[in-house]
């Protein structure tokens, strides 16, 4: 197993670059048509934007939590 940096941030660092890896393999059997038809095609293309998603809320709670916002405020709305 590879070394994961310990932090703070619950290891975001660690969960971006994992975003990343699966990002770049659905990239991949994309742009290589190894998706057998038009519905798989659009679930992958769903399941990277999911990922992409995911990235920009680990991005704006990390940012946040460095500027010492609260968080929980926005968790009880």
């Known amino acids: 197993m ?5 932090s703070n941030l619950i290891d975001s660092y660690y969960l971006s670059e994992e975003l990343e890896k699966k990002k770049e393999n659905i ?3 994309i ?3 190894t998706c057998s038809d038009y519905n798989e095609y659009r679930y992958m293309v769903g399941f990277y934007e999911g990922l ?3 990235q ?3 991005r704006d709670l990390k940012k ?8 929980e ?3 009880e709305r």
């Open 2 to 6: 590879e070394n994961i940096p310990q």
């Open 64 to 71: 946040r939590y460095l500027s010492g916002e609260d968080l």
């Open 31 to 33: 742009v290589s048509g």
């Open 73 to 75: 405020e926005d968790a």
């Open 52 to 54: 992409s998603e995911s």
């Open 27 to 29: 990239k991949h059997n």
């Open 56 to 58: 920009d809320i680990l």
